[in-house]
Nanobody, 123 residues
């Protein structure tokens, strides 16, 4: 059974930083591309960032590029999202997802999803 478990969310002041983690089990982690998405009530799910199975290639939504960094540790079956210079509009539930590697990264079909972790940025 595949499980993705996010952690690291919380309440933070604008301008601060948080690092989210997502640990996977039940799958060959190194063979999967990993992505982060976010969602706020009443809005569609939004792509945040993705990283290819081989660690090197990454992709970001334009509004997060330069502030957020996605990384992964295949030995720990964990993907991270470092979020800097957080803004109130970054407030959302953040989800990690796993999908079979594809290129470009935006073509990845995500098969497995975590339960999400809440990030709240106060002004």
């Amino acid at each position: 059974q595949v499980q993705l478990v996010e952690s690291g969310g919380g309440l933070i002041q604008a301008g601060g930083s948080l690092r989210l983690s997502c640990t996977a089990s039940g799958l060959n982690f190194s063979a999967y591309a990993m992505g982060w998405f976010r969602q706020t009530p009443g809005k569609e799910q939004e792509f945040v960032a993705a990283i290819m199975s081989g660690v090197v290639w990454t992709d970001y939504a334009d509004s997060m590029r330069g502030r957020f960094t996605i990384s992964r540790d295949n030995a720990r079956n964990t993907v991270y999202l470092q979020m800097n210079r957080l803004k109130p509009e970054d407030t959302a539930v953040y989800y990690c997802a796993a999908g079979k590697a594809d290129w470009p990264l935006r073509n990845v079909k995500y098969e497995y999803w975590g339960q999400g972790t809440q990030v709240t940025v106060s002004s």
